[in-house]
Each structure stands twice: as structure tokens, then as C-alpha cells.
């Protein structure tokens, strides 16, 4: 079977909703021994509906996520796929109207985080282990209203490369999915959704289902020769300007 993940073991950080939880319900359905983590309580019964495991952890707290690492390791015997899911968006308006407690949120969780599971996560990972970091679009240009999300994801993208490197040798694939405007709870901050029908090429915001597609193939051994590298998932957005919005530009719309 193409882009099989069955019986791979998998943790996925934010896994209780959203892209994570797309990602998580996709793995579990195809066979994957799935834990998800989040903040709630109420992520255990989230994990039961979809055949995966749960374990609470606040990835702002370096000692949760150290406790993740190892009680899934215990769980699960040992990880073969860790998706670096969770994420914050925090915006109050432009970079003059930022607050010192955004930064240090965003920061913490987007890229701390991930740092640390990175660091944790290779020494119990077998060769042809895979981590997939989810980055973001906003990472790779600039955006109004958010300045330090997509500092955070424009880092995450730089340490993909690194660990990529770092842990070639081992052969421990680390990757990248950079979504664009997909419904999602960070979705909030995104623009509005006539106004995306109008600037992404395919004319349509995407959906957690179809940002789930890259893992998919990331976590499995079809992508075995696949490091350091990004997939951007934003129907063409960062592609260059959509047909609908030149005709408006023309028309002087």
C-alpha cells in the first residue's frame, strides 16, 4: 500500500483539533498506534473517537513536555513518527501594538517546544524515523497582524533544516508542512473568507483534511529519501497573485 503509516508508532503534539487532529484521525484510520496531546482533559474522550491514545500536556511547561516524550515512549515502546503540531497565534493588531506576553507565548510553544521534542524524540526513534514539524506560510513572507507567529514558524522552518542534518546520519528524516488558510481554531486570525475566496488561486480556504495529506506521505517509508525540505499546502497562495484578484486590480475594484 502506497503511504502506509500501519502499526508506525506516532505521537502528535495538538493533536486534539484542527490540522492535528486531521492528521491524527487520518493515522489512526490507516493503521498507525496514534497518541495526541493537549491541554484538556477533554482530549481522552477526543482520542477515544478516533482509535488513538491520550496524554495531557501543556507544551508551555518544559516538564510536560519532557513527560510526553517519555510516557509515550512508554506507551508505545519507542516513537517512529512524531508530528510537531502544536501552535499558538496570538495577534492584537500590528507590531507596535504587540505585548511582550504574546511574544513569550508564541515563542514558548512554537518554537520551545518544538525544540525540545526535537532534542528528546531521536534517542527513542529507530532509523527511518520520521518528524514532521508543522510550519506555516506565514514563515516564509511577511504578514500584517502577524509578526511574531511568523518569526516563530519562519524558525521553525530554519531548525527543520538543521536537525535534517543533524540527524541524516542516523537516517531520522525531519520535515516541514506549511499550511495556508485551512479552517482551523488558528483560522481566527486569518483573512476573511470571501476576501480568501478571492486572493488564493483555487478560489476556496482548504480544509484540515487535505493539510493532512502531506504527513501522510512524510510519515511514511515511500518519502524514506525526503529531509530538510518543506510541503506548502495553501491551494497557491504564496504562488503568486490569483486570477480574481488581478481582474479586481484591472477593473479597479
Do not use: C
Amino acid at each position: 500500500m502506497a503511504f502506509s503509516v500501519e502499526n508506525k508508532r506516532t505521537l502528535i503534539t495538538g493533536g486534539t483539533s484542527g490540522i492535528g487532529y486531521a492528521v491524527a484521525k487520518r493515522f489512526a484510520e490507516n493503521g498507525a498506534n496514534v497518541i495526541i496531546s493537549g491541554r484538556r482533559d477533554t482530549g481522552a474522550e477526543i482520542a477515544i473517537g478516533i482509535g488513538a491514545r491520550f496524554v495531557r500536556a501543556d507544551m508551555m511547561i518544559d516538564a510536560d513536555i519532557e513527560a510526553l516524550v517519555n510516557t509515550s515512549v512508554d506507551m508505545l515502546g519507542g516513537l517512529d513518527v512524531v508530528v510537531n503540531n502544536a501552535g499558538i497565534a496570538e495577534s492584537n493588531g500590528g507590531i507596535e501594538k504587540s505585548k511582550p506576553a504574546e511574544y513569550e507565548d508564541q515563542t514558548s510553544v512554537n518554537m520551545h517546544a518544538a525544540y525540545r521534542i526535537l532534542q528528546l524524540v531521536p534517542r527513542h526513534m529507530p532509523a527511518g524515523g520520521s518528524i514532521i514539524n508543522t510550519a506555516s506560510i506565514s514563515g516564509t513572507w511577511g504578514e500584517p497582524n502577524l509578526a511574531i507567529y511568523g518569526a516563530t514558524k519562519a524558525a521553525l522552518l530554519s531548525l527543520t533544516k538543521s536537525a535534517a542534518l543533524d540527524l541524516a546520519a542516523r537516517n531520522i528524516r525531519v520535515n516541514a508542512v506549511n499550511p495556508g488558510y485551512i479552517y482551523s481554531e488558528i483560522w481566527s486570525h486569518g483573512a476573511p473568507d470571501d476576501l480568501s475566496r478571492v486572493i488564493v488561486p483555487m478560489g476556496r480556504i482548504g480544509e484540515a483534511d487535505e493539510a493532512a495529506a502531506p504527513y501522510h506521505f512524510l510519515a511514511s517509508d515511500d518519502a524514506s529519501y525526503v529531509t530538510g525540505t518543506s510541503i506548502t499546502v495553501d491551494g497557491g497562495l504564496t504562488t503568486g497573485p490569483s486570477v480574481a484578484s488581478m481582474k479586481m486590480m484591472r477593473n479597479g475594484a
